[in-house]
């Protein structure tokens, strides 16, 4: 079944962003139409194409790498607020 995505799936096959076309099983197509979640699309993916997989890109296709931003620890992570209490005597 193919489908126009209303909402944000999120899960372990992967992630469908709202608007985005993806074809899935009949079963999990009915149940997303019924919740709200997404609606039929009336196009039909063109023969000879490779299957949508749930992310929607061709199962052939590798992920593409995700740029991540590096963020340096603060100078000082925590700060002491209020009276310090004596440590306790050992032995």
């Given at each position: 079944m193919?489908?126009?995505?209303?909402?944000?799936?999120a899960g372990p096959a992967g992630?469908?962003?709202?608007?985005?076309?993806?074809?899935?099983?009949?079963?999990?197509?009915?149940?997303?139409?019924r919740g709200g979640y997404a609606v039929e699309s009336a196009t039909v993916s063109p023969p000879g194409l490779p299957a949508s997989s749930k992310a929607g890109r061709p199962a052939s296709e590798p992920q593409k790498e995700i740029e991540t931003a590096a963020v340096e620890a603060p100078a000082k992570a925590t700060t002491r607020t209020g009276r310090?209490?004596?440590r306790r005597a050992e032995g």
């Open positions: 193919r489908l126009t995505m209303k909402t944000l799936s992630t469908i962003q709202p608007g985005q076309t993806v074809d899935v099983p009949d079963e999990e197509g009915r149940a997303l139409v310090v209490r004596p």
